[in-house]
């Protein structure tokens, strides 16, 4: 059983574990959390904020004290990613905000991820260091190169212990490939391969080349006052390594294969579902268009994030999605004024739990939402500092529309649309899950782990 789906007296609840950053009245732009990614393993959490530094977390072992009981996420390295810079060819400033960390599986003793900002992806290689090589001939303690002439025996250099030292360092730049804003970056299941999207292309990168790449979608028209459309979220299949879906601004899916064409722009399926005539208003297209898409661990299913739903879809079937959840209904008579305070083009992620048996995504006033997909409970929860006693069970959050408002309900016209919840992460295969809220990283986790 999923926690925080109240009911049962036996189900197990989520809550409170750690949060990480500061209390501020004024929050600098530079230190919003912009993307939070597990690892395979779940040992180590990456965030990337707006300053365009990426901050790891890394699990404590299990103390010998408390056996049963695993450790909180630590600081492991910190390091700047990306600095802003600037394109004299356009006049155009580029932000050094990370869009995107992306996990490469372990392969030795050294981590590698993938980051990106709206032009530039760079891989990084995250290594410890714990002894230092000593007794240089040519070189004297302090570094400086001695002169040969004093040099009358020979020494063997041996390592040292040291105080342990995590050092970041880019192994490769992947620049100059795009036009548009990078919006998502996926590792193929080969390991070899990446791609990158951005607002009208994808572009495929073999993971040791940086000075090429091969385009394989492109949806730009010849004359631009044509274009419709724009490419919003792409991800690679978790196991088929031919197979790609992209989502668009208009609501759609396309799923691609790279076996039957190397421009991957005839697509093999393309999942939409029609639009209810009786809905329709001035804020339908703005609202249909897809902020993320997911596909499910087990490969079988994806899910989608529009700005009031999350869908999950059968790659089977095209035509509508299996599932369909109301994230924030309450917010359809608010249209109108989230369209002038530009919260209508907010970028909700969405995520799988490990048995991908439940879906979480973010909302308003700090409050994120949980989908059942078995039992079809659903829960709303809160990341806020107000319950950041260590194992504090978080309360369901309810919101009312209109009419009386019990005790423990908030009004709708009461929320906080400056707090939001874009960015979630969950543990591998465990309850423990990562919530960005602005510049504080909230860890949750069963009551039970």
């Keep these: 059983m999923i926690p925080g789906f109240g009911g049962n007296a036996k189900d197990p609840q989520w809550c409170f574990a750690q949060v990480k950053g500061t209390i501020e009245v004024h929050v600098t732009e530079a230190d919003i959390i ?16 707006k300053g365009g530094r990426v901050v790891i977390f890394q699990r404590e072992q299990e103390s010998k004290n408390q056996p049963h009981r695993r450790g909180e996420y630590n600081v492991y390295s910190t390091f700047q990613s990306h600095e802003p810079e600037f394109d004299y060819l356009k006049s155009l400033e580029i932000e050094e905000k990370i869009n995107k960390i992306r996990w490469l599986p372990q392969q030795n003793a050294a981590y590698f991820l993938l980051s990106t900002n709206d032009k530039t992806v760079k891989l990084w290689k995250i290594s410890e260091r714990d002894k230092r090589p000593e007794g240089y001939n040519l070189k004297d303690d302090d570094g400086r190169i001695r002169d040969p002439s004093t040099i009358t025996t020979l020494r063997v250099p041996v390592l040292q212990p040291m105080d342990l030292m995590v050092e970041a360092t880019p192994r490769r730049v992947f620049a100059n490939a795009h036009t548009y804003h990078i919006n998502s970056i996926s590792v193929n299941s080969d390991y070899e391969t990446y791609m990158s999207a951005d607002d009208l292309r994808i572009n495929l990168w073999n993971l040791e080349i940086t000075n090429r790449s091969f385009n394989i979608v492109d949806i730009k028209p010849a004359n631009m006052e044509e274009l419709t459309e724009v490419i919003t979220a792409a991800e ?11 989502s668009s601004s208009k609501g759609t899916i396309r799923l691609c294969d790279m076996r039957a064409l190397a421009l991957c722009d005839k697509h093999s399926k393309f999942f939409e579902e029609p639009e209810d005539p009786s809905n329709r208003s001035f804020f339908s297209e703005i609202i249909s268009s897809i902020s993320d898409v997911k596909f499910s661990h087990s490969g079988r299913y994806m899910m989608t994030r529009d700005y009031l739903t999350v869908k999950v879809w059968d790659l089977n079937m095209e035509n509508r999605p299996i599932e369909t959840y109301q994230v924030h ?46 039992t079809k409970r659903d829960v709303t929860l809160e990341a806020s500092r107000e319950n950041s006693k260590p194992r504090a069970i978080l309360k369901p959050r309810k919101v009312c529309v209109g009419g009386k408002r019990r005790k423990d309900e908030i009004s709708v016209d009461s929320l906080d649309f400056s707090k939001k919840i874009l960015h979630t992460a969950w543990h591998p295969s465990e309850n423990i899950i990562a919530v960005a809220a602005t510049n504080n990283l909230y860890i949750f986790q069963d009551k039970v782990n």
């Design 34 to 49: 912009s993307t939070v990614e597990f690892d395979h393993t779940g040992e180590l959490l990456a965030t990337g904020d």
């Design 236 to 246: 690679f299949h978790p196991s088929q390594c031919n197979t790609f879906v992209y």
């Design 329 to 374: 209904d309450y917010l359809r008579s608010k249209l109108c004024s989230l369209y002038e305070n530009d919260c209508i083009f907010d970028k909700f992620e969405c995520v799988w739990n490990g048995s991908d048996s439940v879906i979480m995504t973010g909302s308003y006033n700090n409050f994120f939402r949980m989908f059942d997909r078995n």
